[in-house]
């Protein structure tokens, strides 16, 4: 057996989507976001893996100006799932791929209203 200790990654099913980061923000965001709310960035996980384009709650498409993204010249359209506290994940669907655009540690001011 290996001394060195190393994690397992989280196996996905067939059906479910993978999580890439789009920008560097996004990657940044992330990793402040999973030191401060862990939890509720597994449950973010989860839900995007599964069913990134369902409508709740927390999870729904914006409006206006940033309904949409354009990534490698496409045009996408642009998702925000809202984790408690203001922390905000913005998001495009491709294919089986959820693409972070965006990671916002709290209520981004674009969408306050």
């Known amino acids: 057996m290996t001394k060195r200790k190393s994690d397992v990654p ?3 099913k067939k059906a479910e ?3 890439q980061f789009a ?3 996004a990657e940044k ?3 402040d976001l999973l030191s401060t709310t862990r939890n ?3 449950d973010a996980w989860d839900f995007l893996t599964r069913t990134p384009r369902a ?3 927390r999870n729904h498409q914006l409006k206006g100006q940033l309904a949409t993204v354009e990534r490698d010249g496409k045009t996408h ?3 925000q799932y809202e984790l408690p506290g203001g922390a905000r994940l913005w998001f495009y669907v491709e294919g089986r791929d959820v693409w972070l655009v965006d990671v916002h ?3 981004p001011n674009q969408t306050k209203s």
């Open 10 to 12: 989280r196996p996905l």
């Open 17 to 19: 989507y993978t999580i």
């Open 23 to 25: 920008t560097r923000q």
């Open 29 to 31: 965001g992330w990793t």
């Open 40 to 42: 509720s960035v597994v």
């Open 55 to 57: 409508s709740s709650e």
């Open 77 to 79: 359209g642009r998702w």
């Open 105 to 107: 540690t709290r209520h």
